[in-house]
């Protein structure tokens, strides 16, 4: 999917892998129009974070798997 097309905060919950980082909500992937200002998220200590505008919950994958 190219940059800026995916629809921003569709879903609830995203698998993100290390490629991802640093991370943001709404993602490098997702059109930004109509979405809620641009965040940074510190997922990589847990390995989760929540989104603080839409609650969307990001989701670290083990690479090494």
Not at 4 to 31: E, F, W
Request: glycine letters at 4%; one cysteine or more; hydrophobic letters at 30%.
């Amino acid at each position: 999917m190219s940059q800026g097309t995916q629809r921003a905060n569709t879903k609830r919950i995203y698998h993100v892998s290390a490629k991802d980082l640093p991370l943001s909500c709404p993602t490098k992937d997702m059109r930004v129009w109509d979405a809620h200002p641009k965040v940074y998220l510190p997922i990589e200590a847990s390995g989760k974070a929540v989104c603080p505008y839409c609650d969307a919950e990001f989701i670290l994958e083990d690479n090494d798997k």
